[in-house]
């Protein structure tokens, strides 16, 4: 039994929840440049629903880096047949190497990559024109590699962005509250100071007129500044 491995493009990735979403194989486009199958290379297509049997049982196709099976960093979540090809969600394992995927496929530096095998009379071969037609297949596992084969494959969801923009709108409002707070505490000093300068002159002048003397009372309100920095 041959594995062919197909590759996609990553553009984002869910680093929150360690999910990659993905379009890994779209239906009905040709690959760019013809790829390795069986006596020859060819340009390849997959017809909609060739992976239909598996939607309903992911969860035994692994994750692995470079299409290594001994290097596997997470699994298949969920299989869909969508209008424009196989969606697939992937959950990638909370270790350093799934770590280091999801940042590299984060920066588009992966991209998925299936590794399917298909069986006599799952596909139409067409040596004149160079093409094959895969219309049933059977995924072995999805990697994380480099290069695409095909333009349409594409990631779908990412919500780290929004994650970090909460994040961002977090600290803001924290930054605020705490300069309010300081300037409350300020203004509460400052009043204090006030209530206690008028006391300060009420006593002095009842003391001048006792005594027959009115002196100067003291500045109360010539402290150092406080600034907010």
Do not use: C
């Amino acid at each position: 039994m041959n594995i062919y491995f197909r590759d996609a493009t990553v553009t984002t990735v869910n680093q929150r929840e360690r999910l990659i979403e993905t379009i890994a194989v779209p239906w009905d486009e040709y690959t760019a440049q013809p790829v390795p199958f069986e006596d020859g290379n060819y340009r390849e297509r997959f017809t909609r629903g060739a992976f239909a049997h598996l939607v309903s049982n992911p969860g035994r196709i692994a994750v692995n880096m470079g299409h290594d099976r001994s290097a596997i960093i997470g699994k298949v979540e969920r299989l869909e047949n969508q209008p424009t090809g196989l969606y697939a969600r992937m959950k990638i394992a909370d270790t350093p190497a799934g770590h280091d995927a999801l940042q590299l496929a984060s920066e588009d530096m992966l991209a998925p990559s299936v590794g399917y095998y298909t069986r006599q009379g799952g596909y139409v071969k067409n040596r004149r024109a160079g093409t094959v037609e895969i219309r049933q297949a059977w995924l072995d596992h999805i990697a994380l590699v480099g290069v695409p084969a095909y333009t349409g494959a594409q990631v779908l969801a990412v919500r780290e962005a929004d994650h970090r923009a909460y994040e961002d709108a977090y600290e803001d409002n924290t930054r605020y509250l705490r300069e309010f707070r300081r300037w409350q505490a300020l203004h509460e000093h400052q009043r204090r100071g006030d209530q206690l300068q008028r006391e300060t002159e009420a006593w002095l002048a009842l003391a001048a007129q006792q005594a027959g003397r009115r002196p100067a009372p003291p500045d109360l309100r010539r402290r150092p500044a406080i600034t907010l920095t």
